[in-house]
């Protein structure tokens, strides 16, 4: 028996879920993890306790949206320059760590004096990359 379209749905979303929080255990520096499809909408994400949001709801959503487009207009170069490995943007307030998986953006934010490690980065994106 198959499972409905709605069952199937539910079930990828709690894989998203359940990825979030294990990249989140991966290191005390992650502040947010989030999953986001390729129109920025947030599909699952994991604030860990004691954060404090830097984005009100509307930059959320205009961040992701950017994030998305960019990877979105990147693809199209990538035959010539090769897959992109990781971004990772260092702001003063904040550092981000992007993946990009199959059809799906994996958000990650350290504080400021937290830049992930290659270590750090392979872990989480074995993590990201799992089935």
Known sequence: MQKSNIGKWNTKMQKYRDK???ISSTSKS???VGIIN???????????????PLFSPNQVRDEFFAI?????????SLSAIGE???MLFNHRKIVILLFHSKDVVYYITF????????????KIRKISTEE
Do not use: D, F, M
Request: net charge positive.
């Open 38 to 52: 390729s129109h920025g909408r947030t599909l699952a994400g994991k604030i860990n306790s004691g954060t404090k």
């Open 111 to 122: 504080g400021p004096k937290s830049i992930p490690s290659k270590l750090l980065i392979e």
């Open 84 to 86: 992109v490995n990781y």
């Open 68 to 76: 998305a487009t960019s990877v979105k207009l990147r693809k199209k």
């Open 30 to 32: 992650i502040r947010y």
């Open 20 to 22: 979030c929080k294990k």
